[in-house]
C-alpha cells in the first residue's frame, strides 16, 4: 500500500506564494518520479511540474519561472513552490507517483494524492 499526502495548500493574494509538500509513504521498494497536477473548475487536470529521482524537472509553459519543483529522497518528499501566483493558478493540486512495492514488479504502478485546494484571490 503507498499513500502519498499532500500538504500546504491555503488562501493566498494574487502575487503571493505557496510551499506544497507531498509525502510518499507505505511499502515502498522503489520511487520513480514524483509529478505535480493541478485540476481547476471545470477543466482538466493537467501536469504543473514533475521530478525524477535523480532531480531532472520538467514544468508546464504555465509555471515555468514561478514554480520550483524539489526532492529530499531521504524523506520521499516533494516540494513545490510557488511565486507569483494569480487566480489563474487557483485549483485542487495532486500528487502522482510511480511506484514499486517490490523487487518483483516488472513496472511502476500509479498512485494519487487526494489533492490540496490552492485559491488565489484577485
Known amino acids: 500500500q503507498v499513500q502519498l499526502v499532500e500538504s500546504g495548500g491555503g488562501l493566498v493574494q494574487a502575487g503571493g506564494s505557496l510551499r506544497l509538500s507531498c509525502t510518499v509513504s507505505?511499502?515502498?521498494?522503489?520511487?520513480?518520479?514524483i509529478a505535480w497536477y493541478r485540476q481547476a473548475p471545470g477543466k482538466q487536470r493537467e501536469l504543473g511540474a514533475s521530478?525524477?529521482?535523480?532531480?531532472?524537472?520538467r514544468y508546464a509553459d504555465s509555471v515555468k519561472g514561478r514554480f520550483t519543483i524539489s526532492r529530499d529522497n531521504d524523506k520521499r518528499t516533494v516540494y513545490l513552490q510557488m511565486y507569483s501566483l494569480t487566480p489563474e493558478d487557483t485549483a485542487v493540486f495532486y500528487c502522482?507517483?510511480?511506484?514499486?512495492?517490490?523487487?518483483?514488479?516488472?513496472?511502476?504502478?500509479?498512485?494519487w494524492g487526494q489533492g490540496t485546494q490552492v485559491t488565489v484571490s484577485s
Open positions: 507505505g511499502n515502498i521498494f522503489s520511487i520513480g518520479d
Open positions: 502522482k507517483t510511480w511506484a514499486k512495492t517490490t523487487n518483483g514488479e516488472r513496472y511502476y504502478s500509479i498512485y
Open positions: 521530478i525524477s529521482p535523480g532531480g531532472e524537472t
